[in-house]
């Protein structure tokens, strides 16, 4: 099945400096990759995603790139703000091709961001 | 619903109880998913539900985990004789199908805490 990496496990930058997340997947057939955020208590939250014929989003602050060939991606967040700190989870999902829908999410173990007002 | 909706929010019960969570997806989701959250740590997977039918049960812990989903739409998910390492949140989550690339959604989530 997929394994899905992480790293850093916890991470502080100083506020508006970039913050940088990396994951590595080790299923090659994965084809969606979604980055959610968890504030303490909440539920995660969608942020952005990356679909495997895509190399690079855009969102405002956020961006996140894609290297199929590597098998990794990484979440960049630009001019950080306090709002910012929470529980980031990069996750993968691998289609089985032999019966449409018999697929699970994937996730990485965590990133808790921290931002240094 | 306007979102995914988990009940109860929070439930304290005695080790050796069992329990009921149950999920309602979002409308017309036909893929939900369950997963177990402890405290400050990552999202475990449970169980994938496409329609009723759940084809990955492998995240299931043990024999004591059980869920179904009956009319493509709420789902249960029962944990029996439940014991102290049970304590976690469980997290539903839905979309629209499965197959990728569809965003998932995730409840407010079901904190269990087994005393």
């Known amino acids: 099945g997929e394994n899905v990496e992480q790293h850093p496990s916890t991470l502080s930058v100083q506020e508006g400096d970039s913050a940088v997340i990396k994951c590595t997947y080790s299923d090659s057939a994965s084809n969606y990759f979604p980055w959610y955020k968890q504030e303490l208590g909440k539920r995660p939250q969608l942020i952005i995603d990356i679909r495997s014929n895509v190399g690079e989003k855009k969102d405002q602050r956020i961006a996140v790139t894609l290297n199929k060939t590597a098998k990794h991606f990484s979440l960049h967040i630009t001019e950080t703000q306090p709002e910012d700190s929470a529980v980031y989870f990069c996750?993968?999902?691998?289609?089985?091709?032999?019966?449409?829908?018999?697929?699970?999410?994937?996730f990485g173990t965590g990133t808790r961001l921290t931002i240094i007002p | 619903g306007a979102g995914v909706s988990q009940s109860p929010s929070n439930k304290v019960t005695e080790k050796g109880k069992d329990v009921e969570l149950r999920c309602d997806p979002i409308?017309?989701?036909?893929?939900l998913y369950w997963y177990r959250q402890s405290l400050g740590q990552g999202l475990e997977f449970l169980i994938y539900?496409?329609?009723?039918?759940?084809?990955?049960k492998s995240g299931l812990p043990s024999d004591r985990f059980s869920a179904e989903r009956t009319g493509g739409s709420v789902s249960t998910l029962t944990i029996q004789r439940t014991q102290q390492e049970d304590s976690a949140v469980y997290l539903c989550?839905?979309?629209?199908?499965?197959?990728?690339?569809?965003?998932?959604?995730f409840g407010e989530g079901s904190w269990l805490t087994v005393v």
């Open positions: 996750a993968a999902i691998t289609p089985h091709m032999s019966n449409f829908g018999n697929e699970k999410l994937t």
């Open positions: 539900f496409q329609g009723n039918s759940a084809p990955d």
């Open positions: 409308s017309g989701h036909t893929a």
């Open positions: 989550a839905s979309s629209l199908v499965g197959g990728g690339g569809n965003t998932i959604y």
